[in-house]
C-alpha cells in the first residue's frame, strides 16, 4: 500500500487523521514539525506528503518551498493541510508547490478522492 | 448587558486568534466523532450511531456558528458585545454534543474497547474546552504577546498560538478550584501542566518526572506547602527546579519561612493574572539560565574527563563531538582537542609498532642462546652473604666501575642489582661525599626509562649502589648479536631515551656516559638507562680528563668531552647520535685503531651519512643523526625535548 507523510504538529489531529488513513489501508508516517518533514521527505520512501501549513518554526509553506528547491528535486506529491480557506490561500499553496489542498475541519472522502488522484496520476 | 468577562480583542489578529480557539475544539469534536460512527458496528453497539451522528451535526453547526461570526475575511475588531452573543449561540450545539456523549459513556461497560471509550473522552473534553469562553478573556496588554504567528493568521492548532515548549509546570493545591483555575490559565499561556492535590503525590511526580517548575500551596492537610518545599530542597535530583508558593497575601510569616527554605517566589490568592504570569515568566528564565549553566560546566567536565581519558589511554576519537558541535569557544576547544588526541593515539600506534619490533628483536636475540654472559671472575665476592641485608646471587656484569650483581634485599624480599665501586673510586672522604651527592641527584629523576637507584653503602671496606633489578640485555649485547636494528626499533629505542633525558636535563643531570652498555632493555621493549651521573665520580677521581683514564671507550664521547671542556645536556646528546649511529648501521661514526687517533677523528673528521651506509634509512633520520653529531654543540638538536619532537615527525 502507499506510505503517506504526514507533517503535522498537533497530536489530535495527527491522532485522528494517521488512524483513520490507516483503517483505509495507508501507511502512514510522521513528522511533527516542519523541520523533520523536510529531513524524512528527503530520506525518501513516501508516496504523497500531507503538510499541514502552519507548524512551528519552519512552516508548511517553508518546507514545501524547500522540498520542491532541493538539488535532488523532490518531486513527491503533497497536500497543503490549512485551517481556513483564507482568500488566496489554495493560490499560495499552488505557488510554494503543493499538488492541491485541502482544509480542516477534514471531510474525510474529499480527502481521499484527493489523494487517490494524486497517487493514480504518479502512477 | 456586556458580559464583564469578556474584554474585547483587538484588531485583526485579535480575531484570527478566537477563531483558531473556538474553531480548533470543533475540528476535533467533528473528526474523532467520525471516527467513532465508524466503529460503532466494530464494537457493538450499533444504537450509537444516532446519537453520535446528531453530535457530528452539532459540531457541524457550531463550525457554520464560528465561520459566520468570524469569517476569515473580517478585517474588523471583535466586541465584547459580539463575543457574548457568540458565546450564547455556540451553547446549544455544544449542550448537545455534551448530552449525547455523556449517554454514550455511561452505557460504556468494562468490555467495550478502551480506545472507543478513550476517543468518547475526548470528545467530550473537546466540547468542555469549546464551553470556556472565559479563557478568551484577554487582559489588553497580553494581547500582542500572545497573538498568534501572523504568517498566515489561520493557526489550527490550540498550541499554535502560544510559546513553544514553554515547559512543565507542577500545580499542588489541595482546592480543585484552585487546581482547575489556575491549571488552565497557564495551559492557555502554553504551559503543560500536572495536577497534584496533596504534597505527598507531588513528590511521587516530580520523583517520576521532569518539571520546570512547581506552584505549591502553603495550607495543606498532612504533609504541608513548607513541608513538601523542604523535601524538594533537600533531594539533590530535585532541588535546582524552582517552586513557588501560593499562599494568602497576609500570610508574611509562612512566605518568609518558605523563602528562607529556598523557595523562589510567591504568589497572593486569589491570583492576579498579571503577576502570576510575570513571576512565572521570571521563574523559568531563571532556571533556563541555570541550566544551561548547569550543562555548560557538565560539557567542561566532560573536556576535563576526556583529557584524563587521553593520559590512560582511553579516550576514543570523537567522544566529544556533542560538544564539538557547540558554536562557542567550548565548541572549539572540544573539536581541537579532538583533532589533537587523535593525533596523539596515531601517535601512539606508531610507537606501540615501533616496540613491539623492538621486542621481536630482543627476543630473537635470546633465542639465539649466546646470551649468557661469558665467564666471569667471581673473585671480587664470592656468592654468599653480602652484609646483613643482602645475599648474592650472580655476577650479571662487569664494567669500568666496578662489577654487578644480582642479589637478594632479606629485607624487603625482592631482587636488586649491587655495583660494587673499585676502590679507587672512592679512596678518600671528598670522593665518598661526591658519590654521595651524585647518587642523591641522579635519585631525583623518577622515569620508568631509568634504573632506579635506591642506595650507597659501605661493607667491609667494599663501597656499593644498590639500584633496581631490571631482567634484560644491554643494547650493546643485542647489537653485538644483530649489529644492526630495523629502523623502527631505533625509533621505538630512541624516543623513549629522548623522553628520559628530557625529564634528567630537566632536573639538571647529565648523564655523561651513554652508551650501549648503559642502555638495558627488558623483555617487552621498555628501556631502562643506568648510571645516570656516575661517570662524573670516575672524571672526579682522577682530576682529569686525560684519555688513559677515561672509562671504556671514547666512542660515544662528545668533542668537548674529550678536550675536557664544561658538559651540559647537548654532550648526552651527541652520546644519542652515536647510539643512533651504530643502531642503524652497524657501525660507529669514527672507528680507529687507536684511541689517540679515535679522539683525532671525532675532532675533525665527518662522520660518513647513515643514509650512505644504508639506504633504508629516511632521509630525515639521517639528517637528524648528523645534526646530533654536530662538533659545535651550538649546531645539534638544542634539547632532548626537541630531539622528541623531532623524532614524533619522522614516524
Known sequence: ?123 | MTDPRFTPSHGLAGVAELRHELRTPVNHIVGYTEMLLEDVEDVGHPDWQEGLAAALSAARDALVIINESLPPTRQAAISAEELSALHDSLAQPRTRILDTLRDILESVTPETDDRFASDVRKILKAADRLGMLESLRREPETTDEAAPAPSDGTGDDATSALPRGAGRILVVDDLEENRDVLGRRLEREGYTVVHAENGRRALDLIAAEPFDLVLLDVMMPELDGFETLGHIKDNPATRDIPVIMISAADDMANIVRCIKRGAEDFLPKPFDPVLLRARITASLEKKRFRDQEKQYLQQVNRVIAAAAAVESGAYETGELSGIARRADELGRLARVFDGMAGQVKAREARLLDQVHHLRREIEAARDSGEMQIPGLDFANLPAGQFGDRYEIRAVIGRGGMGVVYRAHDRELDEVVAIKTLRPELVSNEDLIERFKTEVRLARKISHRNVVRTHDFGEWMGVYYLTMEYVEGITLHDLLEQRQTLEISSTLALTRQLADCMAVAHEEGVVHRDLKPQNLLLDAEGLLKVMDFGVAKLAEGSTGTTEVGMMIGTPSYMSPEQLLGESIDARTDLYAVGVVMYECLTGKLPFEARSPVSLIAKVLNEDAVEPVTLNADIPPALSTLVMELLAKHRDERIPSATALAERLSRIG
Open chain 1, 1 to 123: 500500500m502507499p506510505t503517506i507523510l504526514l507533517v503535522e504538529d498537533n497530536e489530535m489531529n495527527r491522532d485522528m487523521l494517521s488512524r483513520r488513513l490507516q483503517r483505509r489501508g495507508y501507511e502512514v508516517a510522521i513528522a511533527v514539525d516542519g523541520r523533520e518533514g523536510v529531513e524524512m521527505a528527503r530520506a525518501g520512501g513516501y508516496d504523497l506528503i500531507l503538510m499541514d501549513m502552519s507548524l512551528p518554526g519552519l512552516d508548511g509553506w517553508d518546507a514545501t518551498r524547500r522540498l520542491r528547491a532541493d538539488p535532488d528535486r523532490i518531486t513527491t506529491p503533497i497536500i497543503a493541510l490549512t485551517a481556513h480557506a483564507m482568500a488566496g490561500d489554495r493560490e499560495r499553496a499552488l505557488e510554494a508547490g503543493c499538488d492541491d489542498y485541502d482544509t480542516k475541519p477534514i471531510e474525510l472522502p474529499r480527502l481521499l478522492s484527493k489523494i487517490e488522484a494524486l497517487l493514480a496520476s504518479a502512477e
